[in-house]
């Protein structure tokens, strides 16, 4: 009986026991979207409370030695390391110093069987966002890796990475299936980031337009659809008298071999230069037009950007871009031609530049929408800014 009963307990004990990593255990720093760091990635899922919130998120998948593991992801944690070899039960901890932009992270837990040739850990990190959100240029840190197994200490490993500005949107990265086939995440939902709806100037846009006298009042697609197109007007006009134009900056400073990124401009840059790409300008107009109750979104073709707004009825196109066609509005309802609408001329010549903008923009969106509506193609995208912040999506303001 006595025998039996320590028998029983041997085995109880050995349960609990940690092995030891075989003898050519190693392991190195896991860092994804070819050793980037994008800032506006980091902040606009700062919310996230499910990776169900993220739309096309996929684990990457990491090879070696002929064995393959999944890089599972928790919360905001992208960065981690790589273990080979490590055995099973084998007691891990990991920490990682990503400079100053992130708590040190640490991490432990106990491998399993599944998992004694080859895993992936990636920790949530806990990031010092305000530091994120006023990263204007690029520049790089030097991350600190280390790993004990058992107690007993490794070697700290360092890693160079590239950090981007805010300004730079990652729309698509490359990873690696589990069939072993090479494919790009969609991540075009990082454009909502910048649209940013509760941002104090569009009250003063709004305020300036219900003193042109086009529209009473801003409510949304409540109004019939002429009187959304009125409202929609009335923003076009002031934004126009306040001199915005289009800007053909699209290209950050900094590039990558496996990433997709676009130079965005926050609100505050966009409304200090008065300048405006395809994706800047289609930004600032959906944050206002959601901000008055019409439904807006940012519609992703090669190459462009615009927006599609609802008028209550069917979706409307809208090619930003055309607003800076004409210059200064005041120069150009100068001209002998625009003489006969007296004081009106300006306004004449804001809304010929909003209905070529309405014309272009339906043109666009009906020659693209069937790809649009499949959502198959990654080149095209409906970026649907209400349906993200349900999703806890936010927006970089600072």
Same mark, same amino acid.
């Given at each position: 009986?006595?025998?039996?009963?320590?028998?029983?307990?041997?085995?109880?004990?050995?349960?609990?026991?940690?092995?030891?990593?075989?003898?050519?255990?190693?392991?190195?720093?896991?860092?994804?979207?070819?050793?980037?760091?994008?800032?506006?990635f980091f902040v606009a899922l700062a919310a996230i409370q499910s990776e169900e919130d993220v739309e096309g998120f996929t684990d990457a998948v990491v090879s070696s030695?002929?064995?393959?593991?999944?890089?599972?992801?928790?919360?905001?944690?992208?960065?981690?390391?790589?273990?080979?070899?490590?055995?099973?039960?084998?007691?891990?901890?990991?920490?990682?110093?990503?400079? $100053?932009?992130?708590?040190?992270?640490?991490?432990?837990?106990?491998?399993?069987?599944?998992?004694?040739?080859?895993?992936?850990?990636?920790?949530?990190?806990?990031? !010092?966002?305000?530091?994120?959100?006023?990263?204007?240029?690029?520049?790089?840190? !030097?991350?600190?890796?280390?790993?004990?197994?058992?107690?007993?200490? !490794?070697?700290?490993?360092?890693?160079?990475?590239?950090?981007?500005?805010?300004?730079?949107?990652?729309?698509?990265?490359?990873?690696?299936?589990?069939?072993?086939?090479?494919?790009?995440?969609?991540?075009?939902?990082?454009?909502?980031?910048?649209?940013?709806?509760?941002?104090?100037?569009?009250?003063?846009?709004?305020?300036?337009?219900?003193?042109?006298?086009?529209?009473?009042?801003?409510?949304?697609?409540?109004?019939?659809?002429?009187?959304?197109?009125?409202?929609?007007?009335?923003?076009?006009?002031?934004?126009?008298?306040?001199?915005?134009?289009?800007?053909?900056?699209?290209?950050?400073?900094?590039?990558?071999?496996?990433?997709?990124?676009?130079y965005v401009r926050l609100f505050d840059d966009s409304i200090k230069s008065g300048q405006a790409n395809?994706?800047?300008?289609?930004?600032?107009?959906?944050?206002?037009?959601?901000?008055?109750?019409?439904?807006?979104?940012?519609?992703?073709?090669?190459?462009?950007?615009?927006?599609?707004? $609802?008028?209550?009825?069917?979706?409307?196109?809208?090619?930003?871009?055309?607003?800076?066609?004409?210059?200064?509005?005041?120069?150009?309802?100068?001209?002998?031609?625009?003489?006969?609408?007296?004081?009106?001329?300006?306004?004449?010549?804001?809304?010929?530049?909003?209905?070529?903008?309405?014309?272009?923009?339906?043109?666009?969106?009906?020659?693209?929408?069937?790809?649009?509506?499949?959502?198959?193609?990654?080149?095209?995208?409906?970026?649907?800014?209400?349906?993200?912040?349900?999703?806890?999506?936010?927006?970089?303001?600072?």
């Amino acid at each position: 009986m006595r025998k039996s009963f320590c028998l029983v307990l041997l085995y109880c004990l050995s349960l609990g026991a940690h092995a030891k990593p075989a003898a050519d255990f190693s392991w190195d720093p896991y860092v994804p979207a070819d050793n980037q760091l994008f800032p506006s990635f980091f902040v606009a899922l700062a919310a996230i409370q499910s990776e169900e919130d993220v739309e096309g998120f996929t684990d990457a998948v990491v090879s070696s030695g002929g064995k393959e593991a999944v890089a599972y992801m928790q919360g905001q944690g992208r960065f981690g390391v790589v273990l080979h070899h490590a055995g099973a039960k084998t007691k891990i901890r990991y920490s990682i110093q990503l400079g $100053d932009l992130a708590e040190v992270q640490t991490f432990e837990k106990v491998t399993t069987e599944k998992e004694k040739d080859l895993t992936v850990m990636c920790p949530a990190v806990v990031w !010092n966002f305000d530091k994120l959100k006023h990263l204007n240029q690029p520049t790089v840190i !030097n991350a600190k890796f280390w790993v004990s197994v058992d107690g007993k200490a !490794n070697q700290a490993k360092n890693v160079t990475i590239s950090v981007r500005s805010i300004n730079d949107a990652l729309f698509a990265y490359q990873y690696r299936k589990p069939d072993g086939s090479i494919a790009w995440m969609d991540a075009k939902w990082i454009f909502a980031a910048y649209v940013n709806e509760d941002h104090p100037w569009i009250e003063k846009i709004l305020a300036e337009a219900l003193k042109t006298g086009l529209v009473n009042s801003f409510s949304g697609t409540q109004a019939d659809q002429n009187g959304v197109m009125k409202q929609v007007f009335a923003v076009w006009y002031v934004m126009q008298k306040l001199g915005f134009r289009y800007s053909s900056i699209t290209d950050s400073s900094a590039y990558g071999r496996k990433t997709y990124s676009q130079y965005v401009r926050l609100f505050d840059d966009s409304i200090k230069s008065g300048q405006a790409n395809c994706v800047d300008g289609s930004v600032l107009f959906v944050a206002i037009l959601q901000k008055i109750g019409i439904p807006a979104n940012l519609v992703i073709i090669p190459g462009h950007c615009f927006v599609c707004f $609802d008028n209550g009825k069917e979706w409307v196109g809208l090619e930003t871009t055309v607003m800076g066609i004409v210059g200064d509005i005041r120069n150009e309802a100068a001209r002998p031609e625009w003489a006969q609408f007296g004081d009106q001329a300006e306004l004449q010549v804001s809304l010929a530049t909003f209905d070529k903008a309405i014309k272009t923009g339906d043109k666009e969106l009906a020659e693209n929408w069937k790809a649009l509506k499949a959502d198959e193609d990654p080149r095209y995208k409906l970026v649907n800014i209400k349906e993200l912040r349900n999703h806890h999506h936010i927006n970089i303001s600072r």
